[in-house]
T-cell receptor
Framework: GENVGLHLPTLSVQEGDNSIINCAYS??????FIWYKQESGKGPQFIID?????DKRQGQRVTVLLNKTVKHLSLQIAATQPGDSAVYFC?????????????FGKGTKLSVKP | DVKVTQSSRYLVKRTGEKVFLECVQD?????MFWYRQDPGLGLRLIYF???????EKGDIPEGYSVSREKKERFSLILESASTNQTSMYLC????????????FGSGTRLTVV
């Protein structure tokens, strides 16, 4: 179909600052969540995941927070660097028996100013 | 690491042509997926497959078909390309089970003129 010119939400941060990217998910029965990073011209790359029985998980410079009460997921990036500039999107797992498909958010563009 | 390889990074095809987009993964994953990605619309699922010879329609299957003759290969077919199929196409694979993410290929940017 035709692109209607919708724009991604954009977060602009100064190099060295912390970034927080938010995501609202749709299904209260979702049991697994992932954050992906997509750089221009590349496929999405896995950053960090979290299961629904947790509310926080930390990786290297990244932390994911899960609030099931309000169906909200956030990604925190510490000491943001120019290489962090990308589109970030969350995904939730909707189980289909023993299988499951991921449902993706539309993404947030992170722009890091040097 | 799992590798998902899409055969072409860029393709330009004419309206009405039959187009094949190929995807190969090297980790023996059962599950494979085809998405298209358009600005402002995010990732939309076209077709997926949980096993060889098996396929299921995603959210936007119209105008597309797929083939999964071998476990490692999942092909997306545009029977008669149209300009509204100009998009970035992403293939992904996933190990079975609930707590695994997708591994994506680098994408194929298809332009139909």
């Amino acid at each position: 179909g035709e692109n209607v010119g919708l724009h991604l939400p954009t977060l602009s941060v100064q190099e060295g600052d912390n970034s927080i990217i938010n995501c609202a998910y749709s299904n209260s029965a979702s049991d697994y969540f992932i954050w992906y990073k997509q750089e221009s011209g590349k496929g999405p790359q896995f950053i960090i995941d979290i299961r629904s029985n947790m509310d926080k998980r930390q990786g290297q410079r990244v932390t994911v927070l899960l609030n099931k009460t309000v169906k909200h997921l956030s990604l925190q990036i510490a000491a943001t660097q120019p290489g962090d500039s990308a589109v970030y999107f969350c995904a939730e797992n909707i189980s289909r028996g023993s299988q499951g498909n991921l449902i993706f958010g539309k993404g947030t563009k992170l722009s890091v100013k040097p | 690491d799992v590798k998902v390889t899409q055969s072409s990074r860029y393709l330009v095809k004419r309206t009405g042509e039959k187009v094949f987009l190929e995807c190969v993964q090297d980790m023996d994953h059962e599950n494979m997926f085809w998405y298209r990605q358009d600005p402002g619309l995010g990732l939309r699922l076209i077709y997926f497959s949980y096993d060889v010879k098996m396929k299921e329609k995603g959210d936007i299957p119209e105008g597309y078909s797929v083939s999964r003759e071998k476990k490692e290969r999942f092909s997306l077919i545009l029977e008669s390309a149209s300009t509204n199929q100009t998009s970035m196409y992403l293939c992904a694979s996933r190990a079975p089970g609930e707590y695994y993410g997708y591994t994506f290929g680098s994408g194929t940017r298809l332009t139909v003129v």
